[in-house]
Each structure stands twice: as structure tokens, then as C-alpha cells.
């Protein structure tokens, strides 16, 4: 018996129409992938990723002046290159402060097999007086290391 490889089930008008793509689908199709694109890019354009650490440090006496003094792991070292600020909590206050903050890279400090780097916050006079801010007063305090886009964090 005589073996057939090619056989046609269907017509030759079937098998045009069946294989053509509509060219409006091809067009809308690419049309709302390029929309998508174009609104991912707009939206890292705009939103912003800020990076934020917390920390907890105390009040410690610098010459006449009070500062709060945090360890920061040093993992982070490298993200300290621009001017940060740091929001700032004294306990026994829920009022949070914006100040600004001195990083310290020249002495690495090892707590529990940890390394970290100290990071000094600048207490303006009206905080110390206003607050009764003492030595050894503990703090909390969240530091923004960067508040980029996510269009710069990339690279763009």
C-alpha cells in the first residue's frame, strides 16, 4: 500500500483566509504594547525610591554642644557621598525632628561581630532648650540616604 505525506484537507481559499493575520490586530496589538511601555517609563520618570535606615543611638556631650550619636552598619558606607538628613526622635517626645547628619567613615566599630560606622546628628540650640535634651537620652532616628527616581536609580 502506497503511503501519502501531503494531504490537504482544505481548500486553497480556506488556507488563505486561515492563514492571514488581520492586519488591524497586528496594529492595535502594537499600539497598546507601546502605550504600556511609554506609561512604565513615565511612571519610574516620576516616582520616587527613597532609601531610608533606621537607627538607634543616644545623646552624647561634643565639647559644649549636645549631638546624637547612631551606628549605622557598614554595608551602608558607601551610600553616605551626598548631604543627608535624618528624622529624629528623643525619647520621652513624640515630636520627630528634621536635622542634619555628619558621617564618620574613619573609625570602624565592631558591635557583636558587626561592623558599623558612627554618624553624628546636629542638634540645633532651640532642640536642646525647648526639649531639655540631655547627655545619654536615647533616640531613634530614620536617616534618608537618597530619594532618587526610579528613572535615576536605573540609570537613565
Request: charged share 20%; proline share 4%.
Given at each position: 500500500?502506497?503511503?501519502?505525506?501531503?494531504?490537504?484537507?482544505?481548500?486553497?481559499?480556506?488556507?488563505?483566509?486561515?492563514?492571514?493575520?488581520?492586519?488591524?490586530?497586528?496594529?492595535?496589538?502594537?499600539?497598546?504594547i507601546a502605550l504600556i511601555?511609554?506609561?512604565?517609563?513615565?511612571?519610574?520618570?516620576?516616582?520616587?525610591?527613597?532609601?531610608?535606615?533606621?537607627?538607634?543611638?543616644?545623646?552624647?556631650?561634643?565639647?559644649?554642644?549636645?549631638?546624637?550619636?547612631?551606628?549605622?552598619?557598614?554595608?551602608?558606607?558607601?551610600?553616605?557621598?551626598?548631604?543627608?538628613?535624618?528624622?529624629?526622635?528623643?525619647?520621652?517626645?513624640?515630636?520627630?525632628?528634621?536635622?542634619?547628619?555628619?558621617?564618620?567613615?574613619?573609625?570602624?566599630?565592631?558591635?557583636?561581630?558587626?561592623?558599623?560606622?558612627?554618624?553624628?546628628?546636629?542638634?540645633?540650640?532651640?532642640?536642646?532648650?525647648?526639649?531639655?535634651?540631655?547627655?545619654?537620652?536615647?533616640?531613634?532616628?530614620?536617616?534618608?540616604?537618597?530619594?532618587?527616581?526610579?528613572?535615576?536609580?536605573?540609570?537613565?
Open positions: 500500500m502506497e503511503k501519502k505525506d501531503n494531504i490537504e484537507l482544505r481548500s486553497e481559499k480556506v488556507r488563505h483566509i486561515i492563514g492571514r493575520i488581520p492586519p488591524l490586530l497586528i496594529h492595535f496589538g502594537t499600539t497598546i511601555v511609554l506609561a512604565m517609563a513615565i511612571i519610574t520618570y516620576f516616582v520616587h525610591y527613597p532609601i531610608t535606615i533606621n537607627v538607634n543611638g543616644e545623646i552624647v556631650t561634643f565639647g559644649h554642644n549636645l549631638q546624637a550619636k547612631v551606628f549605622v552598619p557598614y554595608k551602608y558606607a558607601a551610600l553616605f557621598n551626598e548631604k543627608q538628613t535624618a528624622s529624629v526622635e528623643f525619647e520621652g517626645y513624640d515630636t520627630i525632628f528634621q536635622m542634619n547628619i555628619t558621617p564618620h567613615f574613619k573609625k570602624l566599630i565592631t558591635i557583636d561581630e558587626k561592623n558599623y560606622f558612627e554618624v553624628k546628628i546636629n542638634l540645633s540650640k532651640n532642640d536642646i532648650v525647648d526639649f531639655q535634651i540631655q547627655p545619654k537620652q536615647k533616640v531613634e532616628a530614620e536617616i534618608l540616604i537618597s530619594d532618587k527616581t526610579i528613572w535615576q536609580l536605573l540609570g537613565f
